[in-house]
């Protein structure tokens, strides 16, 4: 069983929010990731991390942020949430093993914007 | 970059039989292959991963095969059980394992019919 987790599962949230989606993981990983999963199941890399004050961009152009303080927490925020940004959320942290590498994925964060 | 094509999308099998999941890879250059089980409910999960200096690797009831020349892999799972039902993802990366450069297929909902 993986020790990442996300909260919340899932929230419900008005337009012009700020929200903060919590990712975090107990196995000392240098590496994270946030992919979004839109409706039919695709995975898109959003952000990712190699570590404390470390965060790119992935493929996919988000609106939202990242920050990475400490090694076992990396919270994505909306600042200003829209009915565009309702999707699943999930988190990913991998060791830096190189070829012996495994990714972790957390629960997920299904959000709802109305 | 790299695309990654996967079929079928739904691939629906009586309980006992062997089920087979197909994806193609447009990088020569990616040297792992990885295949997630996610489950309704929760994030994806490794069950299998190949790397490009051997052609077939078996874990149980499931296998994965691997022709670089033809760039396709493909996973296979006999004697299915109702447990297997789940959606499936291949991927592909150039960096050896792990989740740095995941592209990710777009899945296939596997349905288990007793």
């Known amino acids: 069983e993986a020790d990442i987790y996300q909260t919340p599962r899932y929230l419900v949230i008005g337009t012009g929010k700020k929200i903060t989606l919590e990712c975090s993981q107990t196995?000392?990983?240098?590496?994270m990731y946030w992919y979004q999963q839109d409706p039919g199941m695709e995975l898109h890399l959003i952000h990712y991390?190699?570590?404390?004050?470390?965060?790119e961009k992935g493929d996919l152009s988000s609106e939202s942020t990242v920050s990475r303080i400490r090694t076992e927490h990396f919270p994505l925020t909306l600042e200003s949430a829209r009915p565009s940004h309702t999707s699943q959320y999930l988190c990913?942290?991998?060791?830096?093993?190189?070829?012996?590498?495994?990714?972790?994925f957390g629960q997920g964060t299904r959000l709802t914007v109305v | 970059g790299e695309n990654v094509e996967q079929h079928p999308s739904t691939l629906s099998v009586q309980e006992g039989d062997s089920a087979v999941i197909k994806c193609t890879y447009s990088?020569?250059?990616?040297?792992?292959f990885p295949w997630y089980k996610q489950e309704l409910g929760k994030g994806p999960q490794l069950i299998i991963d190949?790397?490009?200096?051997?052609g077939e690797k078996k874990d149980q009831r499931i296998a994965v095969t691997l022709n670089k020349t033809a760039k396709h892999f493909s996973l296979h799972i006999t004697e299915t059980q109702p447990e297997d039902s789940a959606v499936y993802f291949c991927?592909?990366?150039?960096?050896?394992?792990?989740?740095?450069?995941?592209?990710f297929g777009k899945g296939t909902h596997l349905i288990i019919q007793p």
């Open positions: 196995m000392g990983h240098d590496k």
């Open positions: 990913a942290s991998s060791d830096d093993s190189g070829g012996r590498a495994e990714a972790f």
């Open positions: 190949i790397r490009s200096n051997v």
């Open positions: 990088d020569s250059a990616s040297n792992y």
């Open positions: 991927a592909a990366s150039i960096y050896g394992g792990g989740a740095d450069g995941l592209t």
């Open positions: 991390s190699y570590g404390v004050n470390s965060t």
